[in-house]
């Protein structure tokens, strides 16, 4: 507390004041004195809980600037970073380009036309299968 009188001081404050002002008008000036200190706790109290609030707004709003830099953290891109920072895992799972089927097929003018499944020019090549085909139905390659 601002001012801690102990009982010796309130004694010796009663003894001046009641020979300053007069055992008449001590109950008045008393009164008055009451009111005055009541006010003045009042406006303390009002005072100290004023600056309490400013204190929460403050804080709030630093969580509110703290929360919105939260919601503005691209979640996707950070966890790509965390995960795969070169990008080589990304590229890997990208499906192959598969060619376009509805141009029509060219070829080279010197390969010749498309030669038959299982007919190979490499004499050293296995044999291949035909579909359904059984053990006698195997296509020899080519000489």
């Known amino acids: 507390m601002l001012l801690d009188f102990g009982w010796s001081e309130l004694m010796l404050i009663g003894i001046i004041a009641l020979i300053v002002i007069g055992p008449k ?10 009111f005055w200190v009541r006010k003045a706790r009042t406006l303390s109290r ?3 809980s004023s ?3 400013m204190v929460r707004e403050a804080e709030l709003d630093e969580m ?7 919601t503005e953290i691209d979640l996707e891109k950070e966890f790509r970073q965390a995960v795969d920072p070169t990008g080589n895992l990304a590229e890997s799972l990208k499906p192959p ?3 376009n089927f509805s141009e029509p097929a060219t070829f080279a003018a010197d390969s010749g036309p498309p030669t038959s499944i299982g007919a190979t020019d490499d004499p050293a090549a296995p044999a291949i299968a ?3 085909a059984v053990g006698h139905d195997i296509v020899p390659p080519k000489p």
Do not use: I
């Not at 008008?25 to 004195?33: E, G, H, N, Q, S």
């Not at 509110?64 to 939260?70: I, S, T």
């Open 64 to 70: 509110r600037q703290e929360l919105k830099k939260a």
């Open 46 to 48: 009002e005072f100290q």
């Open 51 to 53: 600056v309490e609030q």
């Open 130 to 132: 035909r579909p359904g």
């Open 97 to 99: 380009e598969l060619p």
């Open 25 to 34: 008008d001590l109950p008045k000036a008393l009164r008055v004195a009451g």
